[in-house]
């Protein structure tokens, strides 16, 4: 079994990795993923290590310990909420990418997943269409963050052959937990107020047309990409993806489709500025012609999928 593959998420309880876990435990076996963060569900994960990935001593002695060969780095702190103590959320999200690059090189591990964000663009690159290679001038700490991890992982793959891989997520929408400390969290807590019957206050003016995909597009392109043949990826900072795009506006009416009792009222706050400096839409060429990515889930979709999930949930 000498090629037998060991995964460690990192941040495995945030809203990606509480997703991802699953889909990755069916295709390397429940033994064969760690799930690791600063604590344990309770109950928690099938196999669960408490790491503080800012200790590049803990993160190296968990890798030996389970003979890891890949690693999902999912920790970060989000948009939002860098906002409110940029140097803390520079320190974290670069101090623990830096450990995981440092450690894929030094423990020789097969390959690493980054994900990076919309948030890499600013005022600079075109709203629409956004292209792959844009000026980058991000307006927040976490894009600012997220930039030079894109290109850390292109240096470590340079200049070490570290195979390093990214995505440029947009904003991800999935019933299985709550987004946290995003500037697109509304589309989620839009869904789970319709679904409880409260009605909402979208923080974003309702025209504001932001990026966003369903969490099994995202899974999926994620999987894809770690799959693909290391010659076919030409891009070693971060890819753009796309799933679809809407307004607040379009998303409500979508929800009133199915809840036409439901109301949103608009109350745009700081979130507003950040949400404004960001593509309306991704232009993901690359990503098609390099790995085959084309999304599945349309604003409709999304909708039905999301009503449906957290329905079940209030009744559980
Ligand atoms: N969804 C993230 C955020 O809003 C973008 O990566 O911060």
Redesign the pocket.
Known sequence: MMNKEKILVIGANGQIGTALLPKLQEIYGEDGVIASDLQATNPPKSVFETLDATQPTALQALIKKHNITQVYHLAAV?????EANPLQAWEINMQTLLNVLEAARNLNLKKVFI?????VFGESAPHQFTPQQAYLDPT?V?GIS?VAAENWCLYYHKRYQVDVRSL?????IGYQSL?G?????YAVEMYHKAVAGENYTCYLQENTRLPMIYMEDVLRATIELMEAPADQISVRTSYNLAGTSFTPAELYENIKLLFPDFQCGFVPDF?QA?ADS?PESIDDTSAQKDWGWKPKFDLSQITTEMITHLSKQLIG
Request: no cysteine; charged share 20%; net charge positive.
């Open positions: 989000l948009s939002a909420k860098g994900p990076s964000s919309i948030a927040t976490y997220k440029r997520y947009p904003g991800v987004p400390g995003g500037t697109t969290d979130r950040i960001w």
